[in-house]
C-alpha cells in the first residue's frame, strides 16, 4: 500500500519554511526522501533509517518515527530552488524495492 | 563514477504498436534495476523490477513485460500499446540492501501513445 504524503501542495514565499509528512501502514526499515524538478528525474536527497534518526541536508532535514512509521521532511529558509515535487519512499526491509507516496508539489516563490 | 543511460528521450507511438524502452548502467556491477511509470501530475508506479539477469519481479499486471539480457542492461517492452501506456517512463538502479537501496534515476522517457 501506497505511503500518504501531506499536504498534497503548499506555496511558499522565498525564506518561509515548510513540513512535508509521510505516513505508512507498514512497519518500515527506512525512509528515503527524493525530490523531482519539473520534468527531470526524481534526485536522492536523504535516508532515514529506524531509530528516530535525524538527518539533515544543507537546510533541508528529516525525522523519522519508526513506532508511528511516520516521517517529516522540514525545509527550513526555503529558496526558489527547492521548488518541485517532494517523494517519499518506504524500504520494509523484505525485498530490494522501495514503495514511493503520493508525492508532495512544493511552489517556492518570490 | 556511476551513470544510467535511458533512450529515447521522448517517443510518439501509435495505439497497437509495439514498443521497447532500452535502459543501461556503467560503472558497477550486478545492479538492481528497476522500471517506473509516472503519469501526468502523478507518483512513482514500479512496474518492475530485477536483482540479478533473468529475474524479472512484477508489480503490476499489465500489458508490459520486462527483460534483463545483461548484467547492466533492462529493457521495457510491449506487443501492442494501449492509450493508458502514456506517461514518463522511469529506469533506476540501486546496490540493494548492502547500499540501504538508494535509487538513482535515469532522464527518462517520455511516452505519448496515440
Known amino acids: 500500500q501506497q505511503p500518504v504524503q501531506s499536504p498534497q501542495a503548499v506555496i511558499l514565499r522565498e525564506g518561509e519554511d515548510a513540513v512535508i509528512n509521510c505516513s505508512s501502514s507498514?512497519?518500515?526499515?527506512?525512509v528515503h526522501w527524493y525530490r523531482q524538478k519539473h520534468g527531470e528525474a526524481p534526485v536522492f536527497l536523504m535516508i532515514?533509517?529506524?531509530?528516530?534518526e535525524q538527518k539533515g541536508h544543507e537546510k533541508i532535514s528529516a525525522s523519522f518515527n519508526e513506532k508511528k512509521q511516520q516521517s517529516s521532511l522540514y525545509l527550513t529558509a526555503s529558496q526558489l530552488s527547492y521548488s518541485g515535487t517532494y517523494f517519499c519512499?518506504?524500504?520494509?526491509?523484505?525485498?530490494?524495492?522501495?514503495?514511493f507516496g503520493t508525492g508532495t508539489r512544493l511552489q517556492v516563490t518570490l | 563514477s556511476q551513470t544510467i543511460h535511458q533512450w529515447p528521450a521522448t517517443l510518439v507511438q501509435p495505439v497497437g504498436s509495439p514498443l521497447s524502452l532500452e535502459c543501461t548502467v556503467e560503472?558497477?556491477?550486478?545492479?538492481?534495476l528497476y522500471w517506473y511509470r509516472q503519469a501526468a501530475g502523478r507518483g512513482l508506479q514500479l512496474l518492475f523490477y530485477?536483482?540479478?539477469?533473468?529475474?524479472i519481479s512484477s508489480e503490476v499486471p499489465q500489458n508490459l513485460s520486462a527483460s534483463r539480457p545483461q548484467d547492466r542492461q533492462f529493457i521495457l517492452s510491449s506487443k501492442k500499446l494501449l492509450l493508458s501506456d502514456s506517461g514518463f517512463y522511469l529506469c533506476?538502479?540501486?546496490?540493494?540492501?548492502?547500499?540501504?537501496?538508494?535509487?538513482?534515476f535515469g532522464a527518462g522517457t517520455r511516452l505519448s501513445v496515440l
Open positions: 533506476a538502479w540501486s546496490r540493494g540492501l548492502q547500499a540501504k537501496n538508494i535509487q538513482y
Open positions: 560503472g558497477t556491477s550486478n545492479p538492481n
Open positions: 532515514l533509517l529506524k531509530g528516530g
Open positions: 507498514k512497519a518500515l526499515y527506512s
Open positions: 519512499g518506504t524500504d520494509t526491509g523484505t525485498a530490494s524495492k522501495l514503495t
Open positions: 530485477s536483482v540479478g539477469i533473468g529475474q
